[in-house]
């Protein structure tokens, strides 16, 4: 056990275990990418269950343990040999056929990422290297591969890839075309409702800021992706999955009290559809507006990670599109919402305030829906939809309640609205 | 004119003075700062209530002090002015209120005694009706002028054609009960289409930018040129007949009178108007320059939306255009706010933005000045010169705006924007000595635009006005041809307000970088930009000289007050440096 590799590791961010006890880290596979270069994948155990595996790019000698993705050097070095799509000992790299990579003359990390480490080449090229590795297909490359080579213009084109050899299929990072002059969905939203607290007396639509016409657009957007899903991928019918938000909305109301309250007329609402046929089909599983880039020419769905914290198996099973519906929904509500949360202002500010980011929200969800329709061909099912929304909004109130306490009042309140109305 | 035998005699240039030329220079143009100017509108030098050429001669001085490169004038041919001028009666004649050729030859005389150039208008597709050329045509089929315009005995041929004055025109066919045969006109009834293939219309029309270019005018912005020829199946616009009559134009400019330009007016999508620039493989064989038409209202849009997204949009549509050609690029001109060339959805967004009040609205578009549709906000007013002067393509401006002048909204048609300038306080604006009631319309008297409060001369003596910073930002400009001819990036970034971008040129072994930051919201931003390429550089602040830090590996971080915008100059690190 190296323990100032352990130093290293347990303060990077992407570094998963700082609430658990690790008893020992070694190496499982050492790959040298050049004489001083070392790729390494790293198993670590606790004392308390399944250790992890992690992957970090070394720079030996002068006996420092140090990341080497920094270095553009080495970072391009890496791009090299995913252009040529060399294989090292078991580590394989694979550029997309007909794919155009850059020479690579600038590289940079990006800032830090909770489980990846990303580097923009030359502001035409992202690699994401996974830093927790896992068996099993990484449903990311899968899906902006399948929407890539099916020429979906709302998805940064797959360039490349770079995998573990031997075993069950294990992703080690992915090489994607860098939207260069995009915007998070999430800041452009949250210009829109500054726009409009900043204005005593107009309504959401009366605002120059006004992002109605984005939102239909980006609904245009995701359906468009999720067709091209479908017809990819294939379609299929299942019973709408009530016991599975059953027992999220359990466990939710277990640590935290306020669900409580709604719990019955949440269940009652799913028991309601209990045995409906739905459609299911591979989706994006995370969606919301900080995962959508706004360029010169569309909209970018990005980051196909799937449901964070769970299984990659669980990530990659099919779903409802409404869920991706649902995501962006309950997003518009936190862009609204956000400046509520800043706290100040008397009773009666904050009341006309969230009088207009209510007005804000609906106005942007009506528009979204528009544009998903559209684009798809139905508008979605009114309670079906509600159903996502709470369970969308039930897993905010445990993420709230554990993470920021005074933003709980947010899910709380779409719950409410949701089962009174 | 000579009606005897049916001909209609021209004067040639011989019978006038010429002015001076400048030196011979193909790309001025492209580095050229114009300046939209109403010879009715700017000066009135003998007080019968109407500008006139000898007028805006008096007043040169001004606009080579206010920075000005090129004037463009608007029509000022004898004409019976129901189109604002550009209903031509006589292309060799100079309308009488405004004055007499020589008077434009003093004109073009003294503008180039200053180094500045004139181009004007030359409206190619058709004539007034009250044309000799017509009233002998309608007169006399068989006669030489029998052919000179697009007679038919049906009103049937061309149905493809779109009617474009929709709110005044039925059909692009009138009958003329002199020769009872129907002729065809894309526009107004009283302006027939000349027939271009009749091969002396053609002559015809060359002929007269040869007269003009022998007196010394520096080009011609041409009106409605996509409609010249007809053809039946089609929509008879932008036919390839049309180009290859350009093409012959140009040939005549490149052999005859080189560093002459021609601007094309076709307000159509940029993808559609570079087939106006001609072959790239030429350096471009058409014409020199054309209007790009939709940035501007973009621009309204984004600044309004808080987002660089619609600017963005437009700009990576526009194609790569040939060496020798440059958009002119606008925020105001005489006419309304075009929104001929935006999407429905986005058109109802600038009426209910920009045009509250519906007699804002005329045809497609908003006929306002620039500082009221800003609602005089010095820093919107500001941020859009700036983007105006920085963005690629050659800048025009409207006279009037430099110094924030109004619009009257009350006056009919688009006279609103077409009123006098505003010299001083004096009577009249200081525009004209006539007595008040002769004005062509009446200066502004606004509370807030009036002459009273808003005029050349009160803004002269004052350090910090519109009008001085406009110059000063004329002069920062002039000393980086990057602005003018530099190549153009997005810079992109995460804030959706910041709108950023670098103009680069080489030359003599050097790179003349510009960074251009404007914050399109109205609050104050935080801007993160990603300045790699430029590691160690220094940004040099372009209008007060001020060294901002260093460039280093990580994002730069500026902050912009609410509509702020920077220009910079990047300075590269010079030897060693620790």
């Known amino acids: ?51 992890e595996r992690y992957q970090l790019v070394l720079r030996q000698g002068d006996g420092e343990v140090g990341d080497a993705l920094g270095d553009p050097e080495v970072a391009n070095l890496l791009l090299a040999m995913i252009a040529d799509s060399a294989t090292i000992g078991p580590v394989s790299f694979a ?32 690699l994401k290297l996974f830093r927790r590795v896992l068996p099993g297909v990484n449903p990311d490359i899968e899906l902006t591969r399948v929407l890539s080579r099916a020429g979906s213009p709302h998805v940064a084109p797959l360039l490349g890839s770079m995998s573990l050899d031997g075993g069950p299929e294990t992703a080690l990072g992915m090489l994607a075309r860098f939207a260069n002059n995009a915007a998070e969905g999430w800041d452009m939203a949250v210009a829109s409702t500054r726009d409009l607290y900043a204005e005593g007396d107009l309504y959401a639509n009366e605002v120059g800021g006004d992002f109605a016409g984005e939102s239909e657009r980006l609904g245009q957007a995701v359906a468009a992706v999720h067709a091209t899903l479908a017809a990819e991928l294939g379609a299929a019918t299942a019973l709408f999955p009530v016991d599975t938000m059953l027992e999220r ?147 905010e109130a445990g993420y709230e309640a554990r993470h920021r306490p005074h933003w709980l009042d947010l899910p709380l309140g779409a719950i409410a609205n949701i089962v009174s109305g | 004119m000579d009606a005897s035998n ?68 608007p029509p000022f041919y004898d004409s019976p002015l129901r189109d604002g001028g550009y209903d031509i009666r006589d292309f060799y004649k100079v309308l009488p209120e405004f004055g007499t050729v020589e008077d434009f030859v003093a004109l073009l005389d003294a503008a180039h005694r200053r180094g500045i150039r004139v181009i004007t208008d030359l409206v190619m597709n058709h004539t007034s009706d009250a044309h000799a050329w017509f009233q002998e045509s309608r007169r006399d089929p068989t006669g030489p002028y029998g052919d000179y315009y697009v007679w038919s005995d049906t009103s049937e041929k ?15 066919w009138t009958f003329d009960a002199v020769r009872k045969q129907f002729y065809w006109h894309r526009f107004f009834s009283h302006q027939p289409d000349l027939n271009y293939d009749n091969p002396a219309v053609q002559e015809a029309m060359i002929d007269v930018l040869r007269f003009w270019l022998d007196l010394g005018i520096d080009g ?100 790569e255009i040939p060496d020798l050609a440059q958009w002119g690029i606008f925020l105001r001109n005489h006419d309304e706010l075009t ?86 306080a004096d009577r009249n604006a200081g525009f004209s000595t006539a007595n008040p009631g002769r004005l062509y319309v009446p200066p502004s008297q606004d509370p807030v635009y009036g002459y009273q409060a808003v005029n050349v001369e009160a803004q002269r003596d004052t350090t910090n006005s519109l009008l001085n910073w406009t110059r000063t930002m004329l002069a920062v400009r002039r000393r980086h041809d990057a602005f003018a001819v530099g190549s153009f990036r997005e810079l992109g970034g995460s804030n959706p307000s910041a709108l950023t971008y670098v103009r680069e040129l080489e030359g003599d072994g050097e790179v003349d970088t510009v960074l251009c930051v404007n914050n399109l919201s109205r609050f104050p931003q935080p801007i993160e930009l990603n300045l790699q390429h430029w590691n160690g550089y220094t940004p040099v602040e372009l209008t007060g000289r001020v060294e901002f830090p260093r460039i280093g590996e990580l994002p730069y971080l500026l902050t912009l007050p609410g509509h702020g915008f920077y220009w910079f100059s990047l300075r590269a690190p010079v030897g060693e440096e620790p």
């Not at chain 1, 275990?17 to 198993?43: C, Q, S, Y």
């Not at chain 2, 500001?382 to 983007?387: D, M, V």
């Open chain 2, 339 to 424: 929104l001929e060339m935006v999407t429905d959805e986005e058109r109802d967004y600038m009426y209910s933005e920009y045009a509250k009040d519906p007699r804002m609205k005329a045809n497609v578009g908003i006929r306002r000045r620039l500082a009221p549709l800003l609602e005089n906000d010095r820093n919107q007013t500001e941020l859009f010169t700036a983007l105006l002067l920085s963005l690629p393509g050659s800048p025009v401006l409207y006279y009037g705006d430099e110094i924030g002048m109004g619009d009257i909204i009350w006056l009919g048609d688009r006279d609103g924007v077409r009123t006098p300038m505003q010299w001083s």
């Open chain 2, 158 to 172: 061309y149905q493809d054609a779109r009617v474009i004055f929709v709110d005044t025109e039925e059909s692009n």
């Open chain 2, 220 to 319: 011609f912005r041409l009106d409605a040129v996509p409609y010249l020829f007809e053809r039946e199946g089609t929509n008879c616009e932008n036919l390839p007949e049309t180009h290859a009559f350009l093409k012959r134009c140009r040939k005549v400019i490149d052999d005859e009178f080189p560093g002459r330009v021609l601007l094309a007016e076709a307000n159509q999508w940029p993808a559609d108007v570079v087939a106006y620039f001609g072959d790239p493989e030429t350096g471009g064989d058409e014409c020199h320059m054309a209007f790009h038409f939709p940035l501007m209202p973009r621009i309204f849009m984004a600044v309004r939306r808080e987002s660089r997204f619609p600017i963005s949009e437009i700009l990576a549509q526009t194609p």
């Open chain 1, 95 to 126: 550029a997309e056929p007909d794919a155009e990579l850059p020479a690579g003359e600038t590289a940079r990390v990006m800032g830090a990422e909770q489980s990846n480490t990303s580097v923009v080449f030359d502001e035409a090229a992202i």
């Open chain 1, 249 to 395: 909305l359990a466990a939710v109301t277990a640590s935290v009290p306020q669900v409580g309250e709604y719990a019955a007329a949440i269940e009652s609402r799913y028991r309601a559809l209990e045995g409906q046929p739905i459609t299911v089909q591979r989706i994006h599983g995370d969606l919301h507006l900080g995962q959508v880039l706004r360029t010169p020419e569309t909209w970018l769905l990005i980051d196909f990670e799937g449901e964070p914290g769970q299984s990659l198996d669980h990530r990659r099973a099919p779903d409802s599109p409404l869920r991706d519906v649902a995501g962006i929904l309950r997003s518009y509500q936190y862009a609204a919402f956000q400046r509520l949360t800043e706290g100040g202002g008397n009773e009666q500010r904050r009341k006309q305030l969230a009088a207009r980011a209510r007005e804000w929200a609906d106005r942007n969800r009506a528009a979204f829906c528009t544009g998903y329709a559209e684009a798809g061909g139905t508008e979605p099912d009114a309670e079906l939809l509600a159903a996502y929304e709470l369970d969308k909004a039930v897993y």
């Open chain 1, 1 to 51: 056990m190296d323990s100032e590799l352990i130093e290293y590791l347990t303060q990077q961010r992407w570094y998963a275990g700082r609430n658990r006890k690790l008893t020992d880290a070694e190496p499982a596979l050492v790959v040298a990418l050049r004489d001083d270069i070392d790729l390494v994948l790293l198993d670590v155990s606790y004392d308390d269950g399944p250790g």
């Open chain 2, 6 to 73: 049916g001909g209609v005699e021209h004067p040639s240039a011989a019978d006038f003075g010429h002015a001076r030329v400048l030196p011979e220079d193909r790309t001025w143009f492209k580095r050229a700062v114009f300046y939209e100017v109403l010879v009715r509108a700017f000066y009135d030098s003998d007080a019968d209530g109407s500008g006139d050429l000898r007028g805006l001669t008096e007043r040169l001085d001004y606009l080579k002090w206010l920075g000005v490169d090129c004037i463009w004038l």
